[in-house]
């Protein structure tokens, strides 16, 4: 079926057909930030250390990386709406599963095949409305999909928290069951099939190695912190198995034909910036999410639903920019776009190292809003810019490739500032300790020797408790820090991107994968 084709019943039924499949981009894009405000609860739930419980976060993000790429292989050798109800059902029941978890290897199991099935529900939905919708109305068409993707992360951190106060952490995974039926029921009533090709081959030799590499690397990053690096047997046996694995993806890719990643796709300069450029912004998004979610709850004390609240507005501001966006591109060079969404991200970055537990609650709205109208300056016009030189023919693999980049950031990104945070607290306390000591002039105030005794336990006790306060806010100091470093040095990326010939020659329809 093509958008040529999209006549009769396809044209009667294209509202329901839109609804349903938006419907299911919704339910995938909602649990990556749903579970982030409960995470201290079922941290407690599962009995997880804090660097452990990240687990929850990255074990989705990275199996989604992982199948996102063959997800047009699979619905062209077995039929595109049969994948995407195989999807929507794995999707759901995973999510079942998740609820019913009772050990943090469980979930995190469970949290596996929720990003298993639901890889393939974005990139399957998006190429079912380019069919149903014309090249003129395909812009629109992209637009609403795109709001679709950013409703997620907005209606996460606010339902979520809602669910976890009011009932249960459990039911940030059971909401799924009713949208999940929704969808199927739609997808199942309106959306026709595709022909399938019983003659396509997937390179698995290719698909294995880079699985092995980004499995072993994850492994790698989350578990590094926790065992001491390379002191540890485990980490330097996933390191060579990561690094032998990469090696062998490599050799095969400029060796062999018709492998999973075409090399020749990064032979196209704005193509080959843009998938790094995605990678930092895949970094700074969603790190700085999962950072968020203690940093309320833990430091400054929030409850669940206001922390959930505050982080809301992140998502408005990216939605609105991205409104914005949209009629700027064609009028407006994207590169400048593309700087303007990299200097406000930093900003927000910079205002963000200078929090403390006593800053207000419409600071934390405010910021949390113009980070994320910088990446809705960013998500729209580096898509564009991306894949306007690419070849037409090779923009279905590049958006799979995209996609694996901008969700390998995420997971890598997670994983580093939460080693980072636990190293730093680490460090941060020992460099502070060093000025408590009995002789230190502040105990000359007797308010404070006497809350804060040197001598006794419970001084002591109090005395550890400021110490690791200070340290910790200063560690989440050091993060924000990183964060809007790298914003910054994405700059002289913008310089490397060649502007498109002529605004007519992009192609919308690679746009919001």
């Not at 095949?113 to 068409?141: C, H, K, M, T």
């Not at 920019?321 to 400048?336: A, P, Q």
């Not at 809007?484 to 690679?510: E, F, G, N």
């Amino acid at each position: 079926m093509t958008g040529a084709s999209a006549t009769g019943g396809v044209v009667a039924n294209r509202g329901a057909i839109t609804a349903c499949v938006i419907l299911a981009v919704i339910m995938q894009a909602l649990d990556t930030t749903i579970a982030n405000v409960a995470l201290p609860y079922i941290q407690g739930s599962v009995s997880a250390s804090a660097d452990q419980i990240n687990w929850v976060l990255t074990s989705y993000i990275v199996a989604a990386a992982v199948m996102t790429p063959p997800s047009g292989y699979l619905a062209n050798r077995f039929g595109r709406k049969r994948i995407l109800l195989i999807s929507i059902t794995g999707f759901v029941v995973a999510s079942v599963l998740c609820g019913f978890a009772q050990s943090l290897p469980q979930i995190v199991g469970f949290r596996l095949l929720q990003g298993l099935f639901g890889a393939a529900l974005v990139p399957l939905a998006q190429s079912i409305l380019l069919d149903i919708y014309s090249v003129e109305e395909r812009g629109s068409a992209m637009a609403l999909f795109g709001v679709s993707v950013m409703v997620g992360p907005v209606l996460g951190p606010v339902i979520g928290g809602w669910l976890t106060e009011n009932v249960s952490w459990r039911w940030v995974f059971y909401i799924n069951v009713p949208i999940g039926a929704l969808a199927f029921a739609g997808v199942s009533m309106f959306v026709q099939e595709t022909k399938t090709d019983l003659k396509a081959r997937l390179d698995w030799l290719g698909f294995g190695m880079l699985s092995v590499t980004i499995a072993s690397l994850q492994m790698f990053l989350d578990r590094g912190e926790q065992l001491n690096w390379f002191s540890s047997s485990e980490i330097i046996v996933e390191a060579l198995i990561c690094a032998s694995a990469f090696y062998i993806f490599l050799v095969h890719t400029f060796t062999a034909r018709n492998t999973f990643v075409n090399p020749r796709l990064f032979l196209d300069r704005n193509f080959a910036v843009g998938m790094i450029f995605i990678f930092i912004i895949g970094i700074t998004y969603l790190a700085s999410l999962a950072l968020m979610t203690p940093y309320l709850q833990t430091l400054m004390g929030y409850p669940v639903v206001t922390a959930g609240i505050v982080m809301g507005p992140r998502g408005l501001g990216t939605m609105a920019c991205m409104f914005l966006v949209g009629r700027l591109i064609g009028k407006v060079d994207t590169r400048w776009l593309l700087l303007t969404g990299l200097l406000v991200t930093a900003w927000a970055m910079y205002d963000m190292t200078g929090w403390t537990p006593d800053v207000s609650q419409w600071t934390i709205i405010s910021t949390g809003f113009i980070q994320g109208a910088g990446l809705g300056f960013l998500f729209v016009p580096l898509t564009t810019i991306t894949f306007a030189t690419l070849a037409p023919e090779r923009r279905a693999e590049g958006t799979g490739l995209y996609n694996l980049s901008r969700n390998i950031g995420s997971s890598v990104g997670i994983s580093v500032v939460t080693a980072l945070l636990t190293q730093n607290v680490q460090i941060n306390h020992a460099n502070i300790a060093t000025y408590v000591t009995p002789y230190n002039q502040a105990f000359s105030n007797p308010a404070i020797f006497h809350a804060m005794d040197p001598y006794s336990a419970a001084g002591r006790a109090a005395l550890d408790g400021v110490v690791t306060l200070q340290a910790t806010i200063i560690s989440y100091m050091n993060d924000f820090k990183l964060m809007m470093i790298l914003s910054l040095a994405a700059i002289p990326l913008v310089l490397l991107l060649r502007k498109p010939a002529t605004p007519a020659k992009i192609d919308h329809s690679a746009v919001m994968e």
